[in-house]
């Protein structure tokens, strides 16, 4: 596709519930990043992949978010057991390489209630 | 000394005038200096970016004044115009790490016609 694409736009969940948000990069792009965006907050890193290994992982908040790559194309960011405040924008960037610039698809609004 | 701090927070500005928005940082180590533009419902977009070898960059109505003993950046829109009514946000990165993006928090804008 002509951008990042992520899925589903928008998704509403009950706290407890396992939800999954899909990012499909840039055809090419090795480099992916997930953030989260808060309202009326900057971006936070999540994690980077870099083809499908994920050398830096350190902005996943606890072992209820884990995230895959695979075929060095899409990725699976998977929230177990949401609670209310996992309630944000989950963002997805992706680029040619590492130390290009990252280009943002249009995020997942994930609301628990 | 991953913090980057970005105000003001909110800028009202007339068509036609200029609007600054001020970031700061900690860490020494940050050698890529991006500013992004976000519209409601949209991913970030990259505006223009800035190296620490250079003191400004210029692309169109935006500048980067970049002030590396003060640890210092600021965005500047001359002749501000309607249109340029986003949020944006200043993000800093290490080039010898995971190429993660940290962000400050953000600067809604909104420019009067």
């Known amino acids: 596709g002509a951008g990042v694409s992520q899925s589903p736009s928008n998704k509403v969940t009950e706290k407890g519930k396992d939800v999954e948000l899909r990012c499909d990069p840039i055809?090419?792009?090795?480099?992916l990043y997930w953030y989260r965006q808060s309202l009326g907050q900057g971006l936070e890193f999540l994690i980077y992949?870099?083809?499908?290994?994920?050398?830096?992982k350190s902005g996943l908040p606890s072992d209820r978010f884990s995230a895959e790559r695979t075929g060095g194309s899409v990725s699976t960011l998977t929230i177990q057991r949401t609670q209310q405040e996992d309630s944000a924008v989950y963002l997805c960037a992706s680029s040619r390489a590492a130390n290009t610039e990252a280009f943002f698809g249009q995020g997942t609004r994930l609301t628990v209630v | 000394q991953q913090q980057v701090k970005q105000s003001p927070q909110s800028l009202i500005v007339q068509k036609g005038g200029i609007s600054i928005i001020n970031c700061a940082y900690e860490?020494?180590?940050?050698?890529?200096f991006p500013w992004y533009q976000q519209f409601p419902g949209k991913g970030p977009a990259l505006l223009i970016a800035?190296?620490?070898?250079?003191s400004e960059k210029k692309e169109g109505r935006f500048t980067i004044s970049f002030n590396k003993s003060a640890k210092q950046f600021s965005l500047h829109i001359m002749d501000s115009q309607p249109g340029d009514s986003a949020t944006y946000f200043c993000a800093a990165r290490r080039e010898d790490s995971s190429y993660k993006l940290i962000f400050g928090s953000g600067t809604r804008l909104l420019v009067r016609p």
């Open positions: 800035i190296r620490p070898d250079v």
């Open positions: 860490n020494t180590a940050f050698d890529y």
């Open positions: 055809s090419g792009h090795t480099a």
């Open positions: 992949f870099q083809g499908n290994s994920a050398p830096d």
